[in-house]
Structure formats: C-alpha cells, structure tokens
C-alpha cells in the first residue's frame, strides 16, 4: 500500500487565505460578512445567541464526509472518520477528558456548545446514504484554492450547503492542516477541507495532529469563530470575542502557562483553545462566548442546517 504524505509538524490553516481570496474575487462577498457580522453583533446584544445556548435543545448537523483520494493510503476508512465524528461532539460538548488542562482563570468559561455532528442518514435525493462519498482523482494533493470542492478540477462536488455540512478529505500542499469557508461566501464551495492524515484519532492520522482537533478548529471557523489573535500579528486583531484575552500571534506546539503578550497579563494567551494553531493535544476549549457566536450563526446565515 503507498504511503500518505508527511503530516505538517506546525498547524497551518488556510481559512484566512481562502478568506482574503474570496474578498478579492467575489463582488458581494464583503458586504455580505459585514452583514453577517451585524447580524451576530445583534443577537448577542438582544439576548437571542444566549437563550439558544442556555436552552436545553440540542442542535445536531447533518455531515457528509467527501473522502478525495489518489492513491490506496488516501482512501481513508469508515473507522477513520467515524472517530472524526466522536471528536467534534467530544470538543463540542464539552466531554473531553483533557479538559483538565485548562489553567484555573479560564475554568468558569468552559462550557457545552450545545452543537452536535452525525453523518447524513439522507443524500440530496432523498435515499439512504452513510453520509460518506469516495472520488478517485489525478491529483497529487490541493490546494486552498478550492479545487477539492468541484469535479472538474479533480475533486467532487459539495451536497447542497445550507442542509449538510461538507467536510472534504485529502492531500494538502503548502503544509495546510485544513482549511474552512466563513458564512457568507459562495454556496458551491461552502464547507471544510482537512488533511487527511490529520483527520479522525484512527487509521492515517498522525501525530501531533491525531486527536481530531483540525475538523473541530476548522468547523469553527465555519461557524464564524476568528483565530483569537485575529490574524493582525501585531496586537491590533480581534477575534470579535470578549472573553478571549487580545493576543500578539499564532501559538504552536505545547506552550506553558502562562504566554503573556499584548500587556495580556497575568494569564496571558489563551493558547488552550481550540481556534490557536496549538498541537492537538494543547488545545482543549471554546468559551462561552465563542458558543454564543456560534448560535448567532446557526441562527442566522446558517439557520436551515440540521432542522
């Protein structure tokens, strides 16, 4: 059997690429986040995120898993993404063991999203389906350029966005780990897309990105979750998040606490959580007012998935 590509050792995410990209190409896109963006400003002023959250209905989304493969390794297994499944609602429910390791200041802000994933039981038409598509294809791997998302540039076409969440799964260049659409930009490449050796705790997934926690990062930025240093590198970003601490730059690897920058003291960069570019097994928590923005999504830009 062929060998999968050498898992990246640093996190690399290309949502903020895909971003900028779309901002340039798409006319409407802009003004379309700056609405979305309103809109969740809105609901978390009036109440409407928190009384999603703080109700007891659970919000599980429908998930097609697009498996994009060249060679034999590529071709991920059932149990591989299965054990995907169980991450994100491990991290999504606030069940993960590793939970522990969040440093005692940030403790209280820990808490279950209430959003959970199963995969699709229905396709597009109506029949029964295991959620789970297979694409042969020519290419060596891809880029953030959304080739994966269309079948004439080697990869497959998305289910129909605003009722299934598509994750895509394949080899990446340019050391992407992944790499998400934010609500707002063109329904045809709407979704995730995930190496595939870091994806899933079984199988091809690779260390230190085995535990899951690409899908579980990426799906929040599909969710409209921001890198918590806001991609400025300087300390100007926001994530648009108020208890998340300001925060210089991207952490990697297994930081001590605490990492103080941006006159952050004293407990400094919240690298535990889940939208740093941490190891896998460092990050470990969303706060409760990222969940907040996340129900501000599902109940508005993305409002008709899993209901």
Known sequence: MAKTKTTPTRRMCGASEAHQRLCECDPGFRARRTQIHLQAETFLTNGRAARSMESDQIRTLPVVVHVVYNTAAENISDAQIASQIEALNRD???????KTAIPVPWTGLFVDSKIRFALATKNPKGKKTNGITRTKTKKTSFSSQDDVKSKTTGGVNAWPTDKYLNLWVCSLGEQLLGYAQFPGGPPATDGVVILNTAFGTVGTAAAPFN??????HEVGHWLNLNHIWGDSNDCSGTDHISDTPSAMAPNFGKPAFPHVTCKNGPNGDMFVN????VDDAAMVMFTSGQVARMHSTLIGPRSA???
């Open 92 to 98: 999504y429910s606030a069940g993960n063991a590793d």
């Open 211 to 216: 535990l899951g926690r690409t899908a579980v």
């Open 274 to 277: 889940y939208m740093d570019y």
């Open 305 to 307: 998935i899993g209901v």
